[in-house]
């Protein structure tokens, strides 16, 4: 299993009887590390997310073919299964932008499976990794601007 992004986010659940958003595991409010796995072998996608206080799994979510990833902000996105709507409440836009590119990769990729379409997984591939390193360059000159 390869990661094909990381992000910093506090990752969220809409609780339907506050009609809040509240952290995953109560108590557990802060950034975690958010990668998104794809297992090569099968062709499987899943979004992982430790604490960076405890290093503790907040998360672990198979990406399933047809799940309706919505970016409600440029830096809080959600999506939904049949329990519950997780969010994610980024670091940065940057940060939003890197995982989102994943996610629509993953996304894409597994509603083309059907197909057997392996150049337009290639081709997304491609596209995919070319915008990460733009927003990486772009990401690591400013920092390097603020020293």
């Known amino acids: 299993m390869q990661s094909i ?21 109560p108590g557990q409010q802060g950034f975690s590390r958010i990668n998104i796995y794809h297992n090569t072998a099968n062709n499987t996608f899943r979004v992982v997310g430790v604490k960076l206080q405890d290093q503790q799994v907040v998360i672990n979510y198979s990406i399933v073919k047809g799940l309706k990833y919505n970016q409600a902000t440029p830096t809080f996105h959600q ?18 932008t890197t995982f989102s590119n994943a996610m629509l990769f993953a996304l894409n990729v597994l509603s083309a499976q059907d197909g057997g379409q392996c150049n337009t997984n290639t081709t997304l591939l491609n596209l995919f990794l070319k915008e990460t390193l733009v927003i990486a360059h772009n990401l690591c000159h400013r920092e390097l601007g603020s020293i």
Do not use: H
Request: proline fraction near 3%; charge should be positive; aromatic fraction near 12%.
């Open 79 to 96: 999506w939904r299964d049949a329990r519950q709507v997780y969010g994610l409440n980024f670091a940065s836009k940057e940060e939003a």
């Open 5 to 25: 992004c990381q992000a910093r986010a506090s990752v969220m659940v809409y609780d339907d009887t506050s009609k809040k958003w509240v952290p995953i595991k």
